[in-house]
C-alpha cells in the first residue's frame, strides 16, 4: 500500500480524537458564543437594589435544576475529606467529602415549602423532600426515612430592611438538613452570605455579562480591600431576567481557577412535577422522627455557644477565629460556620491529625505552633493549645495570635 | 445491484458464522456460565446472610424483594467480571485469528477489511448484549426462586410495581451493554496491533484496572469523566425518580465517543497493516 494512502488512513483515528475533544472541550464555548449574552446595563447600586427588592417579595420563580458544587480549596489528602465519587456525580453522600472535588445536587423547587433536593450516590441517594409542614429526610444506603417537624417559625418577621434576610423555609435550615448542611450552599444562601458580607472593606462592581446553565447573567464583583485576605473576589453571577443567583464562585489571590464554585449546571424555570414533593417512606425502610431547628443565626444560644467555643478578631475578610484545642476540633474552618462535634460523620480527631502532619513548624514572637496554609485558608495550631483560622495571609494569623485574650 | 445484494448477503453469512463461532467456542462458554452463576452466588449469599442485619444497602434490600437482584448483579459485575469477559472476546477477536494464522483466509472473501472489521465490531457487540442480558435473566430467576417479589423500592425511596421495574432492568441491560460494545472497541483497536491475543486481553484489562484506580485517588480527581469505566456505574440513574436520563445519556456519549476513536483506531491500523500470518 502506498505510503500517501497509509497517512490518510492514519488521519481518520487523528481526526476522529479532535472532533471528541472539540465536542468535549468547546461545548461551553459553544453555548456561550451562540447565546452571546446581552443584558440591558445596569449598575452595582441598580443592581444590588433589584435584587434586595426581589428578594424582599421573598418568592423565587419555580424550578428545577441541577447545581454543581466544585471546591479545590488545596487541603491536603485528609481522612475522611477524599470524596470518590463517579463521573460528574459524587458516590458517598456525606457532607465532609464535599470539601473536595466536584459535587451534583439536584433540585426541584415549587414555593417555600414545596421542594425536593436531591444529592445522588453511586447506587444511592440522598433526599430532602418538602412538602407543606411535612419535611422528610431520605438516606438509601441506611434504608431511613427521617420525618422532621419544622417548628412554626414567624415567617414574614424580616422582609424589609436589609436585602439577606432569610426567607421562609428555602433555602434549607443548615439545622434542617444535617446531610445537606454546611459546607454546600445553595446559590441563593452563598449570594446572601456574601452580600451580607460586603461593606465598607469590600469594592463591589459589576463585571461583565456571562452565561450561566445557559441563561444570561449579570456578575456581581465583591473585591476585598485588606492585603491580608487570600481571597482575590467573589462573583456572583444573578440571572439578567428573574435576578436569581446563578452561581458563586472564590477566587484566592494568585489562582485563575475558582476555589470554590457552586453554581446551576441546568436551570428550567418550569413548575416541577408533583410527584417530586410527595414522599411516602418505602415499606421496610427505617422511620424515624427529627426534630428541625432553628437557623443558627436565629439562635441566641448559638451565638452563646460560639462565644464560649471561641472568640472572632477582626472583622469581614479579616476574620480570624481563635479557639482552643480539643474541646472544639471541629471549629476549625470558620468559614464554614458548622455546628461541628462531628455530626456529620468526619472523625474529627483523625481530621485533627492529619492537619498537624501536613502543617509546617512555625515560630515567631507569638510563640509557636504548626501552620497549614491552602489557598483560601490558612490554619495555625499553636504549641500552647489555641487553633487560629481565617481566609487571610498567616501574617494576621500571627498578630492575632501575639494577642493573647 | 445484485453484486451489492451479494455482498450484503455475503456480510450477513459471514456475521452469523462469527456469532457462531463465538457462541460455540468452550472458552465463551465457560465465561458466560460465570456470568450467570455470580448472580445466583450472590443470591444465595445473602439468602444465607439474611438471618443477621442485612442492612440497607442494594445487596440488604435483595432480602426483602427477589427483584433488587438484578440491579445488584450488575452493581457488582460491571466493575471488573463483565469488562473481563468482553476484553476476551474483542481482544482476541483480530490478534487470534492472526496468531492461528486464519486471518488470511478470511481476507480473501471479498468482503474486504473494513467489513470484515464491521462484522468482527457487530460480533463483539452481540456478545455484550448477550452477557448484560445473560447476568439479568440469571439474577431475575434467581431472585423469583429465593427471595419474595413484589413493588421495587428505587433509590429515591419510590415504590414502584414490579412490570415497571423489569422494565428499568431492561434500560439497565442496554446501558450496561452500551458500556461494554465501548470497551469492545477498545479492545478490537488493542487486538489489530498485535498478533498475541493474550496481550491484546491483557491490555484491555489493564486499561480497565487502571482507570479503576484513577478514579480511586482523589487527588486526580479531573480525569474522572474522560475515563469509561467512570461511566459504567451512571446505569443506577434509571433506580431514580425520575429517571436521570441526563447523566445516562451523558455516559452514552461518552461510550459513542470512545468507539469513534478507537474505532477510527483499529480501522486504520487493520486496513494499512500487513496481513503475513
Known amino acids: 500500500m502506498a505510503k500517501r494512502t497509509r497517512a490518510v488512513r492514519w488521519g481518520v483515528p487523528v481526526a476522529a480524537v479532535a472532533v471528541v475533544a472539540a465536542a468535549v472541550g468547546t461545548g461551553?464555548?459553544?453555548?456561550?458564543?451562540?447565546?452571546?449574552?446581552?443584558?440591558?446595563?445596569?449598575?452595582?447600586?441598580?443592581?444590588?437594589?433589584?435584587?434586595?427588592?426581589?428578594?424582599?417579595?421573598?418568592?423565587?420563580?419555580?424550578?428545577?435544576?441541577?447545581?454543581?458544587?466544585?471546591?479545590?480549596?488545596?487541603?491536603?489528602?485528609?481522612?475522611?475529606?477524599s470524596g470518590l465519587s463517579g463521573p460528574g456525580g459524587p458516590s458517598g453522600a456525606s457532607p465532609a467529602s464535599l470539601l473536595s472535588g466536584s459535587h451534583q445536587l439536584k433540585i426541584w423547587y415549587a414555593g417555600e415549602d414545596r421542594f425536593r433536593l436531591m444529592l445522588p450516590g453511586e447506587m444511592s441517594e440522598t433526599d430532602l423532600v418538602a412538602d407543606g409542614g411535612t419535611v422528610w429526610l431520605w438516606d438509601s444506603a441506611a434504608n431511613?426515612?427521617?420525618?422532621?417537624?419544622?417548628?412554626?417559625?414567624?415567617?414574614?418577621?424580616?422582609?424589609?430592611?436589609?436585602?439577606?434576610?432569610?426567607?421562609?423555609?428555602?433555602?434549607?435550615?443548615?439545622?434542617?438538613?444535617?446531610?445537606?448542611?454546611?459546607?454546600?450552599?445553595?446559590?441563593?444562601?452563598?449570594?446572601?452570605?456574601?452580600?451580607?458580607?460586603?461593606?465598607?472593606?469590600?469594592?463591589?462592581?459589576?463585571?461583565?455579562?456571562?452565561?450561566?446553565?445557559?441563561?444570561?447573567?449579570?456578575?456581581?464583583?465583591?473585591?476585598?480591600?485588606?492585603?491580608?485576605s487570600l481571597i482575590k473576589d467573589v462573583r456572583v453571577a444573578l440571572d439578567g431576567e428573574k435576578l436569581m443567583p446563578l452561581r458563586v464562585q472564590v477566587y484566592a489571590k494568585g489562582a485563575a481557577e475558582p476555589v470554590f464554585e457552586v453554581g446551576f449546571e441546568s436551570l428550567s424555570f418550569t413548575a416541577p412535577a408533583p410527584e417530586n414533593f410527595s414522599f411516602t417512606p418505602p415499606p421496610g425502610a427505617k422511620v424515624e422522627q427529627g426534630t428541625a431547628t432553628p437557623p443558627q443565626d436565629h439562635r441566641p444560644e448559638a451565638l452563646a455557644e460560639a462565644h464560649d467555643r471561641g472568640r472572632v478578631v477582626g472583622s469581614g475578610w479579616d476574620s480570624v477565629l481563635v479557639t482552643s484545642l480539643p474541646d472544639v476540633p471541629a471549629q476549625d474552618v470558620p468559614a464554614q460556620q458548622q455546628d461541628g462535634k462531628g455530626r456529620d460523620g468526619m472523625d474529627v480527631t483523625a481530621l485533627l491529625d492529619g492537619l498537624k502532619g501536613a502543617a509546617t513548624p512555625v515560630s515567631g514572637e507569638w510563640g509557636s505552633g504548626r501552620l497549614l496554609r491552602t489557598k483560601v485558608v490558612s490554619i495555625l495550631v499553636t504549641d500552647d493549645g489555641r487553633l487560629l483560622a481565617g481566609a487571610v495571609a498567616p501574617e494576621a494569623l500571627y498578630r492575632a495570635a501575639g494577642v493573647k485574650g | 445491484m445484485s453484486v451489492r445484494e451479494n455482498g450484503r448477503r455475503h456480510l450477513t453469512r459471514l456475521l452469523a458464522s462469527e456469532i457462531g463461532l463465538t457462541f460455540r467456542r468452550p472458552r465463551n462458554l465457560a465465561m458466560l456460565g460465570v456470568l450467570a452463576v455470580v448472580p445466583v452466588l450472590v443470591g444465595v449469599a445473602v439468602r444465607v446472610a439474611s438471618g443477621g442485619d442485612v442492612g440497607g444497602s442494594i445487596i440488604g434490600q435483595i432480602a426483602g424483594n427477589g427483584l433488587m437482584l438484578t440491579f445488584a448483579a450488575f452493581a457488582v459485575m460491571t466493575p471488573i467480571v463483565l469488562p473481563l469477559t468482553v476484553a476476551v472476546v474483542a481482544g482476541d477477536a483480530i490478534a487470534g485469528e492472526a496468531s492461528q494464522g486464519?486471518?488470511?483466509?478470511?481476507?480473501?472473501?471479498?468482503?474486504?477489511?473494513?467489513?470484515?472489521?464491521?462484522?468482527?465490531?457487530?460480533?463483539?457487540?452481540?456478545?455484550?448484549?448477550?452477557?448484560?442480558?445473560?447476568?439479568?435473566?440469571?439474577?431475575?430467576?434467581?431472585?423469583?426462586v429465593l427471595f419474595p417479589a413484589g413493588p421495587v423500592t428505587l433509590l429515591s425511596g419510590?415504590?414502584?410495581?414490579?412490570?415497571?421495574?423489569?422494565?428499568?432492568?431492561?434500560?439497565?441491560?442496554?446501558?450496561?451493554?452500551?458500556?461494554?460494545?465501548?470497551?469492545?472497541?477498545?479492545?478490537?483497536?488493542?487486538?489489530?496491533?498485535?498478533?498475541?491475543?493474550?496481550?491484546?486481553?491483557?491490555?484491555?484489562?489493564?486499561?480497565?484496572?487502571?482507570?479503576?484506580?484513577?478514579?480511586?485517588?482523589?487527588q486526580v480527581a479531573a480525569v474522572r469523566p474522560v475515563l469509561l469505566t467512570s461511566w459504567w456505574g451512571a446505569f443506577d440513574g434509571a433506580l431514580r425518580a425520575p429517571v436521570a436520563f441526563d447523566q445516562m445519556g451523558q455516559g452514552l456519549l461518552a461510550f459513542a465517543a470512545y468507539v469513534l476513536v478507537?474505532?477510527?483506531?483499529?480501522?486504520?491500523?487493520?486496513?494499512?497493516?500487513?496481513?503475513t500470518a
Open chain 2, 102 to 144: 486464519t486471518l488470511r483466509y478470511l481476507l480473501v472473501a471479498p468482503a474486504g477489511r473494513t467489513r470484515l472489521l464491521l462484522v468482527k465490531y457487530a460480533n463483539v457487540v452481540v456478545f455484550c448484549l448477550a452477557a448484560c442480558a445473560l447476568v439479568a435473566l440469571s439474577a431475575l430467576v434467581a431472585g423469583l
Open chain 1, 28 to 81: 461551553p464555548v459553544i453555548a456561550a458564543v451562540r447565546s452571546d449574552p446581552s443584558l440591558p446595563d445596569r449598575t452595582a447600586e441598580q443592581l444590588l437594589a433589584d435584587v434586595a427588592r426581589t428578594w424582599q417579595n421573598g418568592r423565587m420563580p419555580q424550578m428545577s435544576g441541577t447545581i454543581v458544587e466544585t471546591a479545590s480549596l488545596g487541603l491536603p489528602a485528609l481522612p475522611g475529606l
Open chain 2, 262 to 275: 478507537f474505532g477510527s483506531l483499529a480501522w486504520s491500523r487493520f486496513t494499512s497493516k500487513d496481513i
Open chain 2, 158 to 218: 419510590t415504590t414502584i410495581p414490579a412490570a415497571d421495574a423489569l422494565l428499568r432492568a431492561g434500560v439497565v441491560v442496554l446501558y450496561a451493554a452500551a458500556g461494554m460494545a465501548a470497551l469492545g472497541a477498545v479492545a478490537l483497536a488493542v487486538s489489530t496491533l498485535t498478533e498475541a491475543p493474550i496481550g491484546a486481553v491483557a491490555t484491555s484489562v489493564v486499561l480497565v484496572v487502571v482507570s479503576q484506580v484513577l478514579s480511586a485517588i482523589p
Open chain 1, 144 to 228: 431511613k426515612a427521617t420525618r422532621l417537624t419544622v417548628p412554626a417559625a414567624p415567617e414574614g418577621g424580616h422582609g424589609g430592611g436589609h436585602g439577606g434576610g432569610h426567607g421562609g423555609a428555602f433555602p434549607m435550615r443548615p439545622g434542617a438538613a444535617s446531610p445537606f448542611a454546611s459546607p454546600f450552599a445553595t446559590p441563593e444562601q452563598a449570594a446572601r452570605q456574601a452580600l451580607q458580607a460586603a461593606g465598607t472593606d469590600t469594592a463591589i462592581s459589576v463585571g461583565d455579562v456571562v452565561t450561566v446553565a445557559g441563561r444570561a447573567a449579570y456578575q456581581i464583583v465583591l473585591t476585598p480591600k485588606s492585603a491580608d
